[in-house]
Each structure stands twice: as C-alpha cells, then as structure tokens.
C-alpha cells in the first residue's frame, strides 16, 4: 500500500504514540479512519459522476445516430411517392403508345370504374323495388278503401278477399338492401 513496508507502519505508530501520547491515540486513530473513508467515499462519487458524464455523452452520441439514420429514412420515404408516380407515369406513356385506335375501344375498364357502374346498377335495382314497394302500398290503400267502403254499405261478404299484406314485400325489400 503506497510503497510502504512493515518496517515503515512500525516506525510511523512508534512516533504517534511519542507525540499524542496513549490517551489520544485511540482517539487520533479514529479521526484518521473517518477522514480515510470521507476521501474515498469522494473519490467513488467523483468516479461514479465522471462515468455517467461518460455513459450520458454516449447517449447522446447514439441518440444522435438515430436521429441521422431516421431522417435518412425519411427523406427515402418523402422521395418513395415521386419515384412510384414517375414509374406509373412512364408505365402509361409506354401502354398508351402501345395501343392504337383499333385497341383504344377495346380497353378494359379500371376497378374503380367497375366498382362504380356496379353502384349504379344496384342503386338503380334498388329504385325500382322502391317503385314496386310503393305500387304495392297504394294497392293496398285502395284495397283498404274499397273494404272500408264495403263494410259501410253492407255489401261485405265472407267471400271477398281480404287486404294483401305488405309484409312480405317489406322483408323483400330490407333483404336486398342487406344483400347491396
């Protein structure tokens, strides 16, 4: 320890024990332990505060890192949409040179035009049953009316017919709905 030797500690408590006498001695060696562990207990402190200025640089280095490789990444991204509308666009020119005016009448319709004429169909097939479903309900009125009007003069007999109910038709109709 310090480059000192047996020899050395002897000599050191010799001239201690001369100078403090054996009353403070005891004492001396306590404040000498205490003093011992304040500067080494500040030492470590010392060490443990300069490795975390160490690790926290580190982390900066590496948060840094990040940030560059993220931004790389983005601006990748950013240019992704451009490179894929070029493509498209260059795609289109190629195909609509391709195609002549023989060819021109026989091309194919996009699924979003697909999509939107199956719309049409069905809201046209729907606008029809609506028109049947009202036909059917004005039928039944006049049916009602003309039972009503029966009834009030007698004329009603267990042979006529009763009402059509709508239900059916009804149910017809929330099922092609359901279906659309």
């Given amino acids: 320890m310090f480059g000192i030797g047996i020899f050395e500690i002897l000599v050191i408590l010799i001239v201690a024990v001369i100078f403090l006498g054996p009353d403070k001695l005891p004492q001396a060696a306590i404040d000498l ?11 470590d402190d010392a060490k443990e505060s300069f490795d975390n200025e160490v ?36 795609r289109l020119e190629l195909d609509s040179k391709k195609l002549d005016s023989k060819d021109s009448q026989n091309i194919q319709k996009s699924p979003e035009t697909l999509a939107l004429e199956s ?29 009503n009007t029966q009834e009030q003069n007698g004329l009603f007999t267990q042979e006529s017919n009763p009402p059509v109910v709508a239900a059916d038709s009804a149910k017809n109709l929330q099922d092609t709905v359901q279906r659309l």
Avoid at 33 to 42: C, E, G, L, M, S
Avoid at 119 to 144: G, V
């Fill in 55 to 90: 690790r926290l640089s580190e982390i900066k280095k590496e948060a840094l890192e990040y940030k560059e490789s993220l931004s790389k990444d983005f601006n990748s991204l950013t240019s992704l949409p451009k490179d894929i509308a070029n493509d498209v666009a260059q």
């Fill in 33 to 43: 332990a205490k003093f011992i562990r304040t500067v080494k207990k500040t030492i």
């Fill in 119 to 147: 719309l049409n169909f069905q809201s046209d097939a729907l606008d029809l049953e609506l028109q049947e479903y009202k036909a059917q309900q004005r039928q039944e009125q006049e049916n009602t009316k003309q039972q």
